[in-house]
């Protein structure tokens, strides 16, 4: 319903706001906005960058101060510590003003030569979502891939939403950016909830550019972790999947029972004893996994009913204020 009220106008002056989210990127950062801002100046594009710093602890916030400093169409907001990228885009999400927005990496890995591209298929198309999705997925080593494909399988079969390709690279229209922000959830998965949330939407290939500069921040613990918050949003499969092995452990356990007694009461019950061993450690193992899965589970849901912010802003510069 908060959609429809949302509805703004498509016109060649209509604002774009960007959301670029950055962490420990000080090095590059004000060329790699250099390089985004002159493609939209090129292109006649009406615009804004809402950059977030994400808790960074090299220079790159006082590189986005002397950025903002005199650009009154860059907002620069810092968070108080590393929330993580999800956090970060939830906090320029907020602050954008745009009839619609872009979300894209600040290290021009999401090359900003589609953005024009982007903005055609929203004014002239009438699309509300134009996802960048990956062709191929850049520079990455094979194990990361591996995981990866497992990981987007397991969302695809348990969700029936396919992420295999989709990216964060994103123009959202203002209506799909409230109708997100209406979602409550303390734990967000950008990517998985906009795809959630439908909308009239086109795909654009591109091909994953090389780092501009520094390295990816997802250390293998880190992705591990954005995996198990994905899964378990996304759905309780792994909940049913306990259950469903209860189901054919206990159906076992009849098959067995039965030959046991029938054993027994034939006279010709042998030790067992590797048998009695086995048993124990398959089902200790399976009570174990699954009390951790249901654990999971359980903190999710007591960090949501804590309910504390999704990120804290430290500080917050509207480009050309005296501040800068
Ligand atoms: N990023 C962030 N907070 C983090 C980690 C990353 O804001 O804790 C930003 C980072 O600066 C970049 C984007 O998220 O603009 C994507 O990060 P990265 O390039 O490390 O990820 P990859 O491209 O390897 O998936
Ligand atoms: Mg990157």
């Known amino acids: 319903m908060i959609s429809i009220d949302k509805a703004v106008d498509r016109t060649v002056n209509s604002l774009l706001s960007l959301v670029i989210p950055v962490y420990q990127e000080g090095n590059h950062i004000k060329s790699s906005i250099g390089i985004i801002e002159n493609v939209l100046i090129e292109n006649n594009i009406v615009y804004e960058f809402i950059i977030v710093d994400d808790g960074s602890l090299d220079n790159t916030w006082s590189e986005l101060r002397s950025l903002a400093n005199g650009n009154d169409r860059i907002m620069i907001i810092r968070l108080s510590r590393n929330f993580g990228k999800e956090s970060a885009l939830c906090a320029g999400l907020k602050y954008a003003n745009g009839d619609m927005v872009l979300v894209m990496d600040g290290d021009l890995q999401h090359p900003p030569e589609l953005i024009p591209k982007m903005v055609d298929a929203w004014l002239n198309e009438g699309y509300d979502v134009v996802e960048g999705i990956k062709h191929s997925r850049g520079k990455e080593n094979r194990i990361y891939r591996a995981c990866a494909k497992f990981f987007y399988y397991l969302i695809y079969k348990s969700s029936d939403i396919n992420l295999g390709r989709a990216s964060d690279f994103k123009l959202l229209d203002r209506k799909v950016v409230e109708a997100w922000k209406e979602l409550p959830e303390r734990a967000t998965f950008f990517r998985g909830m906009s795809a959630w949330l439908g909308f009239e939407r086109k795909e654009i290939g591109f091909d994953v550019a090389h780092r501009v500069n520094g390295k990816t921040k997802w250390s293998l613990v880190r992705l591990i972790r954005l995996a198990i918050n994905a899964i378990?949003?996304?759905?309780?499969?792994?909940?049913?999947?306990?259950?469903?092995?209860?189901?054919?452990?206990?159906?076992?356990?009849?098959?067995?029972?039965?030959?046991?007694?029938?054993?027994?009461?034939?006279?010709?019950?042998?030790?067992?004893?590797?048998?009695?061993?086995?048993?124990l450690l398959i089902i200790g193992s399976a009570?174990?996994?699954?009390?951790?899965?249901?654990g999971i589970y359980l903190t999710?849901?007591?960090?949501?009913?804590?309910?504390?912010?999704?990120?804290?802003?430290?500080?917050?510069?509207?480009?050309?204020d005296d501040k800068c």
């Open 232 to 279: 378990t949003s996304y759905t309780s499969v792994p909940l049913h999947c306990i259950t469903l092995f209860g189901i054919i452990m206990f159906l076992g356990a009849v098959v067995l029972g039965v030959q046991t007694l029938f054993m027994k009461l034939s006279g010709r019950a042998s030790d067992g004893f590797t048998t009695v061993i086995l048993l």
């Open 287 to 294: 009570i174990m996994t699954s009390l951790g899965i249901i």
């Open 300 to 320: 999710k849901i007591y960090k949501e009913v804590k309910a504390r912010p999704r990120y804290l802003i430290s500080d917050f510069i509207r480009g050309g």
